[in-house]
């Protein structure tokens, strides 16, 4: 999302449903905290015990994050993962995380999904494609001229 003026920068922010978790304005199911991080139950989960892990900071999403911040975020997801899965005795964890309307954003406020699996739950991940030939080495070459 691009703003073009402060104001409504300032005004998303203010709407924003995690920062007013975040603010305790909205509850939550939370199940860890500190000074950086939140993470909380999702009240919409593809599996019991789905969990959101967020910077208390708003920022929209990875491409937005501080490096410090997202280092400490993935501390605090595979501490969160580590408890989900011995927490409800899961077979497996997905972490997940949608940047972007089209890859699936609908709160635009950086946040990873920590989604316990178990056998047979019917979770799907969509169907594969295969690269035609010499597709793979330029899709690479492309991705490595933008580091």
Same mark, same amino acid.
């Given at each position: $999302? %691009? =703003?073009?003026?402060?104001?409504?920068?300032?005004?998303? $922010?203010?709407?924003?449903? =995690?920062?007013?978790?975040?603010?305790?304005?909205?509850?939550?199911?939370?199940?860890?905290?500190?000074?950086?991080?939140?993470? =909380?139950?999702?009240?919409?989960?593809?599996?019991?015990?789905?969990?959101?892990?967020?910077?208390?900071?708003?920022?929209?999403? !990875?491409? &937005?994050? *501080?490096?410090?911040?997202?280092?400490?975020?993935?501390?605090? #997801?595979?501490?969160?993962?580590?408890? #989900?899965?011995?927490?409800?005795?899961?077979?497996?964890?997905? !972490?997940? $995380?949608?940047?972007?309307?089209? &890859?699936?954003? %609908?709160?635009?406020?950086?946040?990873?999904? #920590? #989604?316990?699996?178990?056998?047979?739950?019917?979770?799907?991940?969509?169907?594969?494609?295969?690269?035609?030939?010499?597709?793979?080495? %330029?899709?690479?070459?492309? %991705?490595? *001229? *933008?580091?």
């Amino acid at each position: $999302m %691009i =703003f073009t003026h402060l104001s409504d920068r300032l005004l998303f $922010m203010e709407n924003c449903i =995690f920062c007013k978790i975040v603010k305790g304005e909205i509850p939550s199911f939370k199940v860890y905290e500190d000074e950086h991080s939140l993470a =909380f139950l999702d009240i919409h989960p593809k599996n019991q015990g789905q969990t959101l892990v967020i910077p208390k900071e708003h920022s929209e999403n !990875i491409y &937005a994050l *501080s490096d410090e911040i997202m280092a400490r975020l993935s501390l605090v #997801v595979k501490k969160v993962a580590v408890a #989900v899965k011995n927490g409800l005795n899961a077979d497996g964890i997905n !972490i997940l $995380m949608n940047n972007e309307e089209t &890859a699936g954003q %609908i709160i635009f406020h950086t946040h990873i999904h #920590v #989604v316990p699996r178990f056998r047979n739950d019917n979770f799907d991940h969509g169907p594969h494609i295969e690269y035609k030939p010499g597709e793979a080495e %330029i899709v690479a070459e492309k %991705i490595k *001229s *933008s580091l």
